[in-house]
């Protein structure tokens, strides 16, 4: 049996509940609810984090998340609806198998998350990017 929580779940060693499935991916309620209708979109297949996905999984959590959030939207009419994601323990990862958060937004929830700005000069902007470009060539 795998040590992976996410995919005790997929399998259906232990329970979940559940919204959503396709061949790719699966959607169960966070058992946290930081707000009501919180819902996670898992790949089925394990993959650690964003990095490993390939691309079928990538398209299909991206389908399946805008299929969710409009559901979301329907069911709750959130003021708003944050789509959260972490990768690596820094990042605020806790389970090590990827997924996508689905968070209904209401006006002063306690949901945080601090953004400090740097705004740099262009040419700062310009290395950051070349850096990045030259990975992707
Ligand atoms: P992250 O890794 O993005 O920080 O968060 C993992 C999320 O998984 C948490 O929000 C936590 O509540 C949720 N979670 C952890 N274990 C379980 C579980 O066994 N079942 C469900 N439904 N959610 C879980
Ligand atoms: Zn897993």
């Known amino acids: 049996m795998s040590d992976c929580v996410f995919c005790r779940i ?3 060693q232990i329970p979940s509940t559940r919204v959503f499935e396709d061949e790719d991916t699966v959607a169960f309620m ?3 609810q930081v707000n009501p209708g919180h ?3 898992a790949v089925k297949r394990h993959a650690d984090n964003l990095y490993a996905l390939d691309e ?3 398209a299909a959590v991206a389908r399946t998340s805008a299929r969710v959030a409009r559901a979301i939207r329907d069911a709750f009419a959130p003021a708003g609806l944050s789509v959260y994601q972490a990768n690596g323990k820094a990042a605020g990862q806790t389970v090590f198998h990827y997924h996508v958060h689905l968070l209904p937004r209401h006006e002063a929830d306690g949901m945080e998350l601090t953004w ?3 705004n740099p000069p262009r040419e700062k902007l310009e290395g950051y990017a070349e850096k990045i470009r030259t990975q992707l060539a």
């Open 30 to 32: 966070d058992i946290g």
């Open 116 to 118: 400090p700005v740097k």
């Open 56 to 58: 079928a999984q990538a």
């Open 10 to 12: 997929v399998a259906g």
């Open 39 to 41: 819902v996670l979109v």
